[in-house]
């Protein structure tokens, strides 16, 4: 019997194999196709997950394929900007840039790759789910062939039309947007075109920009990927049929305002329906559901794969506490109400700026963008970075100041925190104190430059829990931040029992 079996080796899936390998785990993957997915997808990644592939062991591997990028600009109907996000002058609060363009079939690869050396993870290529059984144990899966697999738990990360979630017949919630765009990507031997843009911010480069033109003539979203790679999103208008926009002379014809003079090769066009969906329920039994599976997002913020990663860097260090018997079974029942309201507020941003890009009347664009204008005058600009909430349930010390939000991670020395003080759950801590399962990092003694304890400063606390996704379980001091998580973990006392 395997502790965990993974359903699909997309990237969210090979994530999960990676992270769960490397802990020890015993780990059955199932994919049904032989090779990753071969046409680019997601494109774009924030900088938590770079530091998810640091814990992951993966980073060497994947870093050289990322390039590095400043944010996003929309433009409204007259080519004024409407709404800058870009990332230039910004704080790093993970040492990374805060975003990075990618090619998804290499990143796949890699991931797959690094599964190599993990003797405790079986990768089985062409063999699909087909059904699943429960028991007091675990799970029972039928796979391509009549095969059968028991497993303790089950994460689906099937991808969108999930037969995981299906045979569970758990329902998506639908957050009511759905519209057809036409994606296309390219290789491009020089700098992509724009009409004349006005109001772009001096520090602004349009060919590190992804840029929302919301044209209500054609709606348009302008990707700089890697290397020579780049990405346009065409929103299809009514009335337009999907083939014959996937046309080569249709293609031609909406990339030449971008592409005049400048050679160019066709990768792929391909029609999508963006949507915005969240499963009901995350967990049933033994089985969870991850990534595409559990959630679909538009891909305004590119944000939909980072989901899928940071649903399993939340679940990895549960399994791993619950099999090895440091915690009980209960413990996995924190994944949906940690993940469903986080994920929710970035889907929601996402819906909302769709609900604004793909405004195709002219008047209403046009009010659209002063509306847009005059908020953005007096404000401070925000980086995608801002959509990202804290956790608001669950294994946190709620009501802590940065209970929940994403922990800094400074350099130290030329190495990164992380990959000195390791993975696992970290308290740091002005004041000498005894962690048992904890890694205790005495400030006094970490070469950060103080960035920790400027951090800490700023939050009027002494010490700082840090969760293995590294997450802010809390700040106070050491021994109670300590003695509450272990309460927390052991489902012994819950945020209720604290309240009362
Ligand atoms: C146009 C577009 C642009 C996007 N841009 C971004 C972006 O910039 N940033 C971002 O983060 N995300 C983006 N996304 C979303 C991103 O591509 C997905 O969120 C991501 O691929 C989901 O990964 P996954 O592993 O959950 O599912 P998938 O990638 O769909 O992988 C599922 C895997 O499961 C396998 N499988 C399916 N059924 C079975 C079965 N029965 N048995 C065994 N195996 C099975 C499949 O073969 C596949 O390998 C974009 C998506 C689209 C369509």
Redesign the pocket.
């Known amino acids: 019997m395997f502790d965990v079996a993974i ?7 090979a994530f999960a194999a990676n992270l769960l390998g490397k802990s020890g785990l015993s780990v059955l993957v ?4 032989a090779h ?2 071969p046409l680019p ?5 924030d900088h938590e997950m770079m530091r998810l592939f640091q814990s992951a062991g993966v980073i060497d591997r994947v870093a050289p394929g990322m390039r590095d990028t400043e944010g996003h600009l929309h433009v409204g109907a007259d080519h004024g900007v409407i709404r800058y996000m870009g990332t230039v002058g910004r704080p790093r609060p993970f040492s990374w840039s805060n975003d990075y363009f990618f090619y ?1 079939p290499e990143l796949e690869d890699h991931l797959r790759d690094a599964l190599e050396v993990y003797s405790n993870v079986a990768l089985r290529l062409g ?3 087909e059904g699943l059984e429960q028991d007091a144990e675990g799970v029972t899966l039928t796979l391509t062939g009549g095969e059968t697999a028991r497993a303790r738990y089950v994460i689906a ?5 999930s ?1 995981v979630r299906k045979a569970l017949g758990i329902a998506l919630d639908d957050l009511d947007f759905e519209e057809p765009w036409l ?1 296309v990507d390219a290789e491009v031997d020089g700098p992509v075109r724009f009409p004349d843009l006005w109001g772009v911010p001096e520090v602004a480069d349009l060919q590190k920009l992804s840029v929302m033109m919301c044209d209500p003539r054609r709606p348009t979203t302008v990707v700089p990927g890697r290397g020579n790679h780049r990405r346009w ?1 065409f929103m299809l208008l009514p009335g337009e049929d999907d083939q014959a926009m996937m046309e080569p002379q249709a293609v031609a014809t909406l990339v030449e305002p971008y592409l005049a003079q400048v050679p160019h090769r066709i990768v792929r066009a391909a029609t ?1 329906r963006f949507h915005g969906l969240i499963a009901e329920r995350w967990r049933l039994g033994g089985v969870f559901l ?4 559990a959630h679909q997002t538009p ?1 305004f913020f ?5 989901h ?1 990663l940071r649903d399993i860097a939340n679940l990895a260090w549960k399994l791993t506490l619950v099999i090895a018997g440091k915690a009980p079974d209960a413990l996995l029942d924190s994944y949906q109400p940690e993940r469903d309201p986080h994920v929710r507020a970035v889907i929601s941003a996402a819906v909302n700026a769709g609900r604004y890009i793909c405004v195709l009347d002219p008047d209403a664009a046009a009010e659209r963008d002063s509306a847009m204008r005059e908020a953005a005058r007096d404000a401070e600009h925000g980086t995608a970075a801002d959509l990202i909430p804290a956790i608001g349930a669950g294994i946190v010390a709620l009501g802590t100041p940065g209970a929940g939000e994403r922990f800094i991670q400074p350099r130290v020395g030329n190495r990164l925190l992380d990959d000195v003080t390791g993975g696992g759950w970290r308290l740091f801590t002005a004041v000498p104190t005894e962690g048992g399962d904890v890694t205790v990092i005495q400030l006094d003694q970490l070469k950060d430059g103080g960035a920790i304890g400027d951090w800490l400063k700023a939050r009027g606390a002494e010490a700082v829990l840090v969760r293995p996704d590294h997450y802010v379980f809390g700040t106070g001091e050491g021994p109670e931040l300590l003695a509450f998580r272990n309460l927390l973990i052991a489902g012994t006392k819950h945020h209720r029992d604290i309240a009362a």
């Open positions: 359903i699909g080796c997309g990237p969210v899936g199932v994919e049904k196709d990753p997915y997808r997601a494109v774009h990644l998804q063999s699909a789910f990360c099937d991808g969108s039309r037969a994606v999103e999508y991850a990534g595409d599976a891909p590119g944000q939909g794969m980072c899928g």
